[in-house]
């Protein structure tokens, strides 16, 4: 059987797979382990047995897709939350900097290692492409990998606790966003009771963001599509989409809310959710579809994932996006056809353009960056396939070039990545594992992990407070900086899905990934 397994690669990877996946389900009061759990199972069987180990091309493969598909999802989220979310990145990438000098002085006062100092700074802030950074540095080094394993729960579990206090507490409290945030995308019919004698294209816009007019009836019931051009007089009733503060700003200007429901009379004028699957079409914006002008046709949302969108002009489309369109009924069959709507098209990942771009990020992680007095370090196969999936993830496509995934084909790969990794690191260190934590070295390295954990928390929530953020933006800011997707599920869990959890969370996420990967290099190159 030892030699059975250690000759069957493939065997043992899928079997490492299912055992960890099964132990990561296990919950204690609603928490687990979630993908660590092959991380942990990799270790036992390498314990047990020092060649049942994965081979290191799937390790570097998982992380590389890994790093890259989160970039790309993570891509037009971040560059747009630059402008209005500079505080809260700044926190993050502070504190991070301020942590690994904390982790070096406490590993350094402890007698640690470099590699173990590293790998205690990537467990701590529950960080695997941290740790994968630095166990290349270190050509395989395995004690990355103890003080990684070793401080990883008390990292989930402190920030999950402290998630928790946040978001029970920011339930007893005023809510500081409350005036000032409401990006759900809402609804509401309106009836002109002012004169007015501004057109349709210089009334969407808004102090608090864009509103889109849907269809509008006239006093004698008849029904129109709202175009630019269209003068609302006294007596229309106008079916309008946007931000709650930008539709009671525009009721306020225009008239009163009515109780007429628009939607239902869809004899002339029908509305469907039209999935986005026309190859042609990924990577434009809603402005670039040109519906208007082929079909009359107006497009007020788009839902993707679980999360809808406002159909701006300038809102970047991506494949299988579930598009919400209005349009004359005759016109509506070819609204469907133009966009493609199209189950099984979506399935494809577009080889082309994953190839491309985790090519080019696998180059960008080797070029050398000289660190004065340090040496030479990399960005790694993490580093560099998040850069670079994060600007493409952006630009959607370059020419005939298409750089975007499906949502749903991005999040498979992004798991699938991790757990590859995960299985191939947790295959390097189980024998030294299991005598760190029968020595002094491993409850060192327990306390030392909580330590560091709870510094982070700590200065994160005291300075999201000062920041005045709400506790759902803070949950998902303490989730992004720790990498944490299990503290953003739980935070989604408690807060109702409240959106500014998940916005919080792809706000800091890409910067926090950055900053690990390249602190815990440095930190196997300090004496």
């Known amino acids: 059987m030892d030699n059975f397994l250690a000759e069957q690669p493939i065997l043992l990877l899928f079997l490492l797979l299912a055992i960890g996946t099964l132990l990561g389900k296990i919950s204690i009061r609603g928490v687990g382990l979630g993908p660590a759990g092959v991380l942990f199972a990799a270790l036992a069987f390498s314990a047990i047995h020092p060649d049942w180990a994965v081979p290191e091309v799937v390790g570097n493969l998982g992380l590389a897709l890994f790093a890259y598909t989160i970039g790309i999802v993570a891509g037009p989220s971040f560059f747009s939350g630059l402008r209005r979310g500079a505080r809260p990145i700044g926190l993050v990438a502070v504190t991070l900097v301020a942590l690994g000098a904390l982790t070096y002085g406490i590993g350094r006062g402890l007698g640690f290692s470099s590699g ?20 290349i540095r270190l050509d395989g080094s395995p004690e990355p990998t103890v003080g990684y394993s070793l401080s990883y729960v008390g990292g989930v579990l402190v920030m999950l606790l402290t998630a928790a206090y946040v978001v029970r507490a920011g339930r007893a409290a005023p809510d500081p966003e409350a005036a000032a945030n409401r990006p759900e995308v809402e609804t509401r019919v309106i ?4 004169d007015n004698v501004m057109d349709i294209s210089e009334l969407h816009r808004t102090p608090y963001g864009e509103v889109l007019f849907s269809r509008h009836r006239t006093p004698d019931g008849e029904m129109h599509m709202a175009s630019g051009e269209t003068v609302l007089r006294p007596g229309d009733l106008v079916h309008l989409v946007g931000s709650e503060r ?9 008239g009163r809310v009515s109780a007429a429901v628009l939607t239902m009379e869809r004899d002339e004028f029908d509305f469907r959710r039209i999935i986005l699957s026309d190859k042609a079409l990924f990577g434009k914006t809603i402005g670039e579809l040109h519906l208007w ?3 009359m046709a107006r497009a007020t949302r788009v839902r993707r994932g679980d999360q809808d969108f406002l159909a701006t002009e300038h809102l970047i489309v991506q494949p299988g996006d579930r598009i919400r369109v209005t349009a004359p009924a005759d016109q509506m069959g070819k609204v469907a056809k133009f966009l493609g709507d199209s189950e099984h098209a979506i399935s494809d990942i577009n080889p082309l353009g994953l190839a491309t771009g985790m090519a080019l990020g696998l180059l960008l992680g080797t070029v050398p960056f000289v660190v004065p007095g340090l ?8 580093a560099g396939p998040l850069l670079v999936g994060l600007v493409v993830g952006r630009l959607g496509r370059t020419g005939r070039l298409l ?11 992004t798991q699938l990545g991790l757990l590859l990794f995960l299985a191939y690191a947790g295959g390097r260190a189980g024998s030294q594992v299991v005598t760190a934590i029968t020595s002094p070295l491993g409850v060192k390295l327990v306390l030392a992990g909580l330590v560091i954990t709870a510094a982070h928390a700590a200065v994160l929530a005291l300075g999201a407070r000062q920041l005045a953020l709400a506790a759902p933006r803070t949950a998902g800011i303490l989730a992004g900086s720790q990498t944490q997707p299990a503290v953003l599920a739980y935070a989604n869990e408690s807060t109702g899905h409240d959106p500014r959890v998940t916005l919080g969370y792809a706000l ?3 910067v926090a ?7 815990c290099q440095i930190l196997t190159m300090l004496p």
């Open 293 to 295: 002008d082929r079909f």
């Open 508 to 510: 800091v996420y890409p």
């Open 403 to 413: 750089w975007t995934l499906p949502h749903s084909g991005a999040e498979t790969l």
């Open 375 to 382: 040496g030479t370090l990399h960005l790694g196969a993490a």
């Open 513 to 519: 990934m950055v900053v690990k990967i390249m602190a």
């Open 116 to 135: 173990t100092i590293a790998g205690l700074y990537a467990g701590s802030n529950t960080n695997t492409p941290g740790l994968a950074a630095a166990i």
């Open 246 to 254: 930008a539709l009671n700003h525009l009721t306020k200007q225009l």
């Open 191 to 194: 009836e002109i009771t002012h």
